[in-house]
């Protein structure tokens, strides 16, 4: 009986060893013509022959695109995804005034404050306020023990008393004139007497008008040395000389300085001041302008300034003088401008930081900070089109005022630009490079 032979996989495996061998002999004549094809073709052989074979894919459909490529004006498109990391936003026109910001400090306003000067020399006797206090117009700030104001009210009384005498004097003359009239009509009296009457009464009406012509020129001594009129009523009636003399506030405001003390002797009109009276209601802002600057300086220029001790509140005046002179020591212009201060906010030697405005506001188009990009001494900014792409736009910049940018050049309002993901833009713009 003859023996039967059975296959090693068995009949079906018989297709798969064909295969097989026949992969084994493409794969090797594809090495050997690796050595003759090049490679871009060699590549494109095997994809060819492995697509044929089943072995391996085609790219899938669903695959994402490869990196969007710029035109030749360097712009990019940009996918929806992209769109979503930047901000867009219109160019806008926004003021931009020409300024410059220095230091400064408040100061009194010397139009409004008074030295206080004793008008004849004495001892102090009393003080009666002290530095910082307010007074009213017409408070006794001290009194002085004065040889001057004894003299004057002495002549006082004895003006009064001169005055006295020749009003009695004038009465008895005009009395002796009517008698003299009456017996002259009367022929009991001779001419040369009735006319001796009426000289003597018109000697009494000039006695009288030098006394009150001296009482007068006294009482205008003692309101200048600062006696008021009830002071004056009191020395007629009683004749009582006081030689504690008060020294009064020509003003209303703070006693900004005091410079004298109990028991000091002063000197009269001329010597140094007892007090400094400064009405606060009103003060000076004194700004120290740099050499460079000074030439945009001038009166009537707006300025703005800030205080320490107000960090939040920003005030507002107007230049109303410009010194003709530097200061030798620091090189700086001084500059002054009035400001209210009705609520005394403003105080004495406080700092100040000043901005002086030096043309007035004009429209510009205006970029955020953040939106410009420098390399060196170049600006730029990635502008939008419609079709979605942003292309780099070179400009020129001015000022910076509140985080804006003034563009003087490359730009008009309306321009869409990126203000936020520029450098997003550029690092896609250097890969695609």
Not at 176 to 202: I, S
Not at 310 to 337: C, E, G, K, N, Y
Not at 338 to 359: C, D, G, Y
């Amino acid at each position: 009986m003859a023996r039967r032979q059975l296959p090693l996989f068995g009949a079906p495996s018989v297709p798969l060893i064909l295969a097989g061998t026949m992969l084994v002999a493409l794969a090797a004549g594809y090495f050997a013509l690796g050595d003759m094809v090049p490679e871009g073709r060699a590549n494109t052989l095997s994809a060819s022959l492995l697509d044929r074979l089943g072995v391996g894919g085609r790219p899938s459909a669903e695959a994402p695109p490869p990196p969007a490529a710029g035109k030749g004006d360097g712009s990019i498109a940009l996918s929806s995804n992209e769109r979503r990391n930047i901000v867009i936003e219109p160019v806008a026109l926004r003021p931009f005034r020409p300024q410059f910001t220095t230091e400064g400090k408040i100061a009194t306003d010397e139009d409004r404050a008074t030295p206080v000067l004793s008008p004849y020399a004495g001892k102090v006797v009393r003080i009666l306020v002290k530095p910082g206090d307010i007074v009213q117009q017409g408070q006794v700030l001290c009194t002085i023990e004065a040889t001057d104001m004894v003299a004057a009210q002495n002549d006082y009384v004895a003006a009064v008393s001169g005055l006295e005498k020749a009003r009695t004097a004038l009465r008895l003359a005009d009395i002796n004139e009517r008698r003299q009239r009456d017996l002259y009509n009367g022929r009991a009296a001779t001419l040369r007497d009735f006319e001796q009457a009426q000289a003597d009464q018109k000697g009494a009406q000039a006695d009288e008008r030098a006394a009150i012509a001296a009482l007068r020129a006294v009482e205008n001594r003692l309101r200048i040395l600062g006696k008021t009129e009830g002071d004056l009523n009191q020395l007629r009636e009683r004749g009582t000389i006081n030689s504690e003399t008060p020294i009064v506030a020509p003003i209303a405001g703070l006693i900004a300085q005091r410079k004298v003390g109990p028991g000091q002797f002063v000197q009269g009109s001329g010597g140094d001041a007892l007090f400094l009276v400064d009405d606060t209601s009103s003060v000076w802002l004194q700004a120290f302008v740099r050499e460079g600057d000074s030439p945009a300086v001038d009166i009537g220029d707006e300025i703005e300034f800030k205080v320490l001790a107000r960090p939040d509140q920003t005030f507002h005046a107007t230049i109303s003088h410009v010194s003709p002179l530097f200061d030798p020591a620091t090189r700086r212009l001084v500059v002054r401008a009035s400001v209210p201060n009705a609520r005394s906010i403003l105080k004495r030697e406080m700092f100040a930081t000043v901005t002086i405005f030096t043309e007035k506001a004009t429209d510009w188009p205006a970029v955020p900070r953040r939106a410009v990009i420098r390399q060196g001494e170049r600006a730029h900014v990635w502008m939008v089109s419609g079709e979605g792409r942003v292309a780099l736009r070179e400009i020129k910049t001015g000022m910076i005022q509140n985080n804006f940018i003034q563009v003087t050049e490359g730009l008009a309002a309306g321009d869409q630009i990126v203000v936020q993901g520029s450098l997003f833009l550029d690092q896609m713009a250097s890969d695609a490079r």
